[in-house]
């Protein structure tokens, strides 16, 4: 893996602001390091940069249609990586995980039914279902030593709700950094069949899971768990290709896919752009070797960062990451709400986190940091940590 370190240069610093960043340009001032919104501060893969090179090269950019390599490259992926054996007709293709997910929820379900979802989880899912006239019912996570686990007993209640017709999972889990075992994804898979909760899975992070974990595709688990899901992929985490707006949604089941696929064109979030095609072939043909080091380096991040918590602010708990980029930080010592917390380091220590409350209730004591971005960057990061910290503290 040495090797493959040295090969990438992680620690270059890819000036972004001025960019029309989503994440480097919503602050106010310019003075303010990002350390919020989902995306990675590394360029993507080199395939993919020069497949994207040719592609410009070519020089027109006219509708395009999707080429059976695309479906090769997905289901190579998932067989080589994950196990998981997927079929060419299961593919719905879309601009995006969260475009995929509000589709499934609109096929499926009608105005006034409910959707389970296992807090606290990625705020998205929330807006998803209020924006398709559902109401989200939370399953709230197990928050014990540092640690979260599956409430089954909770989850098993409020699946046997008649109007709970969907469960939305993270998988890996965003924010808490679980990657779920086959076997809890057996137990949430049995309730949900039990109940008649079709699963919608958005495993959108399946890519970036640590040394000692290992990712299993929830509809992967048994037959009949393929048949009563749908699951939502995208290279676009791992490879850093979100604003490419390219996605998947694999479903076995035929007279579902036909709904969801009949909710994709309604929504017109049916065409997809040239380069997202060109890029999600190269990531999953040629991406294995960059991705494998990429997650070595953000691991290395993460230790980075509990060291530092650890050291300067042990009543802070960083907990455990076994996927994602995304460190989940228990501020409840600080006996504020998460959003005065965030608005502090905003204003004190001129770094951007998200606020645990925006992933419902659950989340209100936490804070979540990227940890996607050059060593350098990041330790720069941690320090305005410190410094809004300690300012914070001195005002309490």
Known sequence: ???????????????????????????????????????????????????????????????????????????????????????????????GVVPALSAVIQALTEPGDRVLVQTPVYNCFFSSIRNNGCEAVESPLIYADGVYSIDFDDLERKAADPTVRLLLLCNPHNPAGRVWSREELRRVGEICLRH??????????????????AFTPFASVAEEFLLHSATCTSPSKAFNLAGLQIANIVCADEEKRRKIDRSINVNEVCDVNPFGIEALQAAYNEGEEWLD?????????????????????????VL??????????????????????????????????????MYGGAGE????????????????????????????????
């Open 196 to 213: 008649d909760v079709f699963v919608v899975a958005d495993e959108i992070h399946c890519d970036l899971v640590f040394s000692g974990h």
């Open 293 to 317: 080091a990429l997650r070595e380096y953000l691991f290395d991040n993460y230790g980075v960062l509990k060291d530092y918590f650890d050291g300067h602010f042990p009543h802070l708990p």
């Open 1 to 95: 893996m040495m090797n493959k370190m040295m090969k990438y240069d992680f620690d270059e610093v890819v000036p972004r602001r001025g960019t029309a960043s989503y994440k480097w340009d919503s602050a106010e001032s310019p003075d303010v390091l990002p350390l919020w919104v989902a995306d990675m501060d590394f360029r993507t893969a080199p395939p993919v940069v020069e497949a994207l090179r040719r592609r410009v090269e070519h020089g027109i950019f006219g509708y395009a249609r999707v080429p059976q390599a695309y479906y090769d490259a997905v289901t190579g992926w998932f067989g080589r990586r994950h196990g998981w054996d997927i079929r060419r007709e299961w593919i719905v293709y879309t601009t």
């Open 320 to 357: 455990p990451l076994e996927g994602t980029y995304l460190a989940w930080i228990d501020c409840s010592a600080l006996n504020l709400s998460s959003g005065a917390i965030e608005e502090m380091l905003l204003e004190k220590g001129k770094v951007w986190i998200n606020a645990g409350g």
């Open 365 to 396: 004591s936490f804070i979540r940091i990227n940890l996607a971005c050059p060593r350098q960057v990041l330790k720069d990061g941690l320090e305005r940590l410190g410094r809004g910290l300690h300012s914070l503290a001195a005002e309490i």
